[in-house]
């Protein structure tokens, strides 16, 4: 490596490093006392870099130098864009793969499996051995009170006219609880084992704050979708957001094949297997519900999906 030009001026000795750069020359700018100095890294360039040198500087052939230093400098900026994305996809493989051996705690999973159980069972033995009203006592919980008259307003959309059932506003963690009430005991293991696997993966990898805002949200828009449309409130389960859970990871892997998410294809069949059964007869199942979850899964992942590509 040999000394080329010593300069005072830091901007100028960089545009002189690529300029030098475009012309397939490699040099090191240094910093000594208060001057920079410019290096050829490749002594054999040392002739024609220190010709170059003389040309632009020395002699004022400046237009020939402007054209090379943007050549440069657009190379060295693309150069730079392209390492840091590198890093940054390091980085991110890095995380995946710390999650991947010591994968993060599940606490909001494992949370919500508990309180439908122990709801489940209060209903269960508070109605069985106490004698207590067990319609009274899921009432507290569904997404309105099937005993009290509800307002009907009617809504008109596109010339057609919707009757409109009126929300619990003044109560609104009942658009939420209908998630935690289960009326058999197959109704609650079915739901809380998909739970297990897919909330667990989904808060596994993008943290309990994430999951709690979907359930809610999930929750909240499966259970008035099937309010609305099946003009009933005697329906509850967490089925809905089972479904909006499968509906994250089903699109967020077909967006994005990279994430790591592990699903197994016979669950996914049965679901949708499930899904479409219960519209094609009367099973007492909310199959809005469950549509709407899913639907609001898929958009969930889509707009999260967009909002990681803008991040990174």
């Given at each position: 490596?040999?000394?080329?030009?010593?300069?005072?001026?830091?901007?100028?000795?960089?545009?002189?490093?690529?300029?030098?750069?475009?012309?397939?020359?490699?040099?090191?700018?240094?910093?000594?006392?208060?001057?920079?100095?410019?290096?050829?890294?490749?002594?054999?360039?040392?002739?024609?870099?220190?010709?170059?040198?003389?040309?632009?500087?020395?002699?004022?052939?400046?237009?020939?130098?402007?054209?090379?230093?943007?050549?440069?400098?657009?190379?060295?900026?693309?150069?730079?864009?392209?390492?840091?994305?590198?890093?940054?996809?390091?980085?991110?493989?890095?995380?995946?793969?710390?999650?991947?051996?010591?994968?993060?705690?599940?606490?909001?999973?494992?949370?919500?499996?508990?309180?439908?159980?122990?709801?489940?069972?209060?209903?269960?033995?508070?109605?069985?051995?106490?004698?207590?009203?067990?319609?009274?006592?899921?009432?507290?919980?569904?997404?309105?009170?099937?005993?009290?008259?509800?307002?009907?307003?009617?809504?008109?959309?596109?010339?057609?006219?919707?009757?409109?059932?009126?929300?619990?506003?003044?109560?609104?963690?009942?658009?939420?609880?209908?998630?935690?009430v289960h009326f058999w005991v197959m109704h609650i293991v079915f739901n809380l084992i998909f739970l297990r696997d897919l909330g667990r993966l989904i808060e596994?990898?993008?943290?309990?704050?994430?999951?709690?805002?979907?359930?809610?949200?999930?929750?909240?828009?499966?259970?008035?979708?099937?309010?609305?449309?099946?003009?009933?409130?005697?329906?509850?389960?967490?089925?809905?957001?089972v479904y909006g859970l499968l509906g994250v990871v089903w699109m967020r892997r077909r967006l994005d094949p990279q994430i790591g998410y592990a699903l197994s294809?016979?669950?996914?069949?049965?679901?949708?297997?499930?899904?479409?059964?219960?519209?094609?007869?009367?099973?007492?199942?909310?199959?809005?519900?469950?549509?709407?979850?899913?639907?609001?899964?898929?958009?969930?992942?889509?707009?999260?999906?967009?909002?990681?590509?803008?991040?990174?």
């Open positions: 490596m040999r000394l080329l030009r010593a300069l005072d001026d830091e901007a100028t000795a960089q545009r002189l490093l690529d300029a030098l750069s475009d012309q397939g020359i490699e040099t090191e700018l240094k910093r000594s006392d208060s001057r920079f100095t410019v290096w050829v890294i490749d002594e054999q360039n040392m002739p024609r870099a220190g010709a170059l040198c003389r040309d632009w500087l020395d002699d004022g052939q400046h237009e020939a130098f402007e054209q090379s230093y943007g050549r440069g400098a657009r190379a060295r900026e693309l150069t730079a864009r392209i390492e840091e994305r590198r890093q940054r996809h390091i980085e991110a493989m890095a995380r995946q793969l710390q999650q991947f051996v010591r994968p993060r705690p599940t606490p909001l999973t494992w949370g919500l499996i508990a309180l439908c159980t122990a709801v489940f069972l209060a209903i269960w033995l508070l109605s069985d051995a106490f004698g207590r009203d067990e319609q009274a006592m899921i009432s507290m919980l569904t997404i309105v009170d099937p005993r009290r008259p509800v307002a009907v307003s009617f809504v008109t959309l596109f010339g057609f006219t919707f009757p409109w059932l009126e929300l619990p506003w003044r109560e609104p963690w009942r658009l939420v609880t209908p998630i935690l596994m990898f993008h943290g309990t704050r994430y999951l709690a805002a979907f359930v809610v949200v999930c929750g909240a828009v499966s259970n008035i979708a099937q309010y609305e449309l099946s003009k009933n409130a005697q329906f509850a389960g967490m089925s809905g957001v294809k016979p669950i996914t069949q049965f679901m949708m297997i499930w899904l479409a059964i219960g519209f094609l007869g009367d099973f007492h199942v909310a199959n809005w519900c469950h549509l709407f979850g899913l639907l609001v899964g898929c958009a969930w992942a889509y707009l999260s999906h967009k909002l990681a590509s803008l991040r990174a």
